[in-house]
């Protein structure tokens, strides 16, 4: 498959008005990251969408972040039912309405535009659907950012949840990646319904990893709850992650420079 | 070590002006992502702080992408000289500049976030100047928004390009993050001065996945010069990728849904 999309640009987005009299509505879905948090590190492109939209579908607390306005009409719904969420959005596109599903972050790392694709792979009527994916800054670059650059070479990305896969994957791909020497994000590490998971991850990374490895934890980035930790992986106990923390861990090369942290370019 | 940064809003920036005549301007330095290519994927934080900079400092074709204006002094430098780049950035930003360090995607991430804090170690005097920086859309996150949802499991980016790390490095990550069933992002995969690096690539991934594992080559994604193509892991050539490409690899569960490509949520 060979797709040439150089003539759409980004930001190009039908506001829906039929040419015609009667033709009917041509409905579109756009899957949106939100980014961490404040409505700065929002991308134009993103803004300009929201503000076409007919309706928004998302977790409650990303939609709350779409301000009200005359001719939006916002679909919050509650955590763990990403499925109907997604065959939610795709039917009122189908029915012509301009849908817009948000995420925090962005929506192809541990968010919606997987969940959105299970459904058009279950439904291939839904195959056509004017669908685009519009990216945003995910947890771990800003939380990266505010620290310096401990992603600065090679890294990972893991999701915590053992919602979605069993925690054999987990430790599995924690004692490669410590073996690979990847310096690693962990998304959604603890939750009240797995309180004794972020425990044993760090077990694990102890196992594999010198006492003095950095962790640290990032909470809530760009928010008025945002806050940074840092310490030897020795110190880190399970209570300092919570489900709106982002944790990393550097690579054997990761290193401080005054206040900051950063992994270098050279290995 | 603990910062609580919430006081300080991500858009947030300091324009330079002396309250008292004869204050010495007080400087900043800012490394700032610029996304892959189309204007409409900076960030609003990005885009303000390069409003109020007096220097922009980057790779030439980097630096070209911010418009001249009166008040903004624009050095362009080539490739490979990110340590000269970084030292003179800090420099000018200690002289009372107001600076920013433009890279690509997400300055973080294979980028000139990490070449700033490695001067910041070896010059200590540099760690009280007034950092920060600013995340953007790396080209992973948009390619895989182009390609639907490739990275919507764990996963892992690696730089390709062994100017700074043995190759031996490089294959030893691939064949664990194969074992490890990570997708996977692949940065500078090729280069006029590296020919076969990314030919070896190709072997290892062939020889730890089977032969039908979905490879992606996106290309200058959001500019007018963007390509995508996709294929079974058996039929890539080592001349589908240049520097201007991000090669994805899915995991083994990683699937099309019509025209998408996307890693289901669950293992």
Redesign the interface.
């Known amino acids: ?6 003539e759409r ?3 190009e987005v039908d506001a829906g008005t039929p040419t015609e009299q009667h033709a009917p509505a041509k409905g579109w879905l756009r899957i949106a990251g939100l ?1 961490p948090g ?8 993103v ?2 969408t929201l503000d076409t939209a007919s309706d928004v579908v998302g977790y409650i607390p990303y939609v709350a972040r779409v301000p009200e306005r005359p001719g939006l009409c916002r679909h919050p719904s509650d955590n763990r039912v ?1 499925r109907e969420r997604a065959a939610q959005a795709l039917a009122m596109a189908a029915a012509g309405k301009r849908v817009v599903v948000v995420s925090s972050g ?5 968010a919606m ?6 459904i ?2 279950e439904q ?1 009527r ?3 659907i004017d ?8 947890a771990m ?2 939380a ?3 620290l ?12 915590l949840s053992d919602n ?3 925690f054999a ?1 987990i430790e ?2 924690l004692r ?2 410590a ?4 310096a690693m994000a962990f998304y959604n590490p603890r939750s009240r319904s797995r309180p004794a998971g972020f425990a044993r991850v760090l077990e694990i990374l102890r196992e594999e990893c010198e006492p003095t490895r950095l962790i640290m934890f990032a909470r809530a980035i ?10 030897a992986l020795s110190e880190a106990t399970p209570a300092m992650a919570d489900m709106r923390t982002l944790v990393l861990l550097g690579s054997s090369t990761t ?6 942290i ?6």
Chains 1, 2 share one sequence.
């Open positions: 498959m060979t797709r040439n999309e150089g640009k980004p930001a980014g404040h409505e700065s590190l929002l991308t134009a492109e803004q300009q990403e962005d929506p192809g790392v541990f535009a997987a969940a959105v694709f299970e058009v792979a291939p839904y195959a056509s669908i685009a994916v519009l990216p945003g800054i995910t670059l800003a990266a950012a505010r310096g650059a401990p992603l600065g070479h090679d890294f990972c990305a893991i999701n979605l896969k069993p994957l599995k791909r490669l990646a073996q690979a020497d990847f760009s928010t008025a709850d945002e806050s940074i930790t840092s310490m290193r401080r420079a005054g206040p900051w950063y992994t270098p370019r050279e290995a």
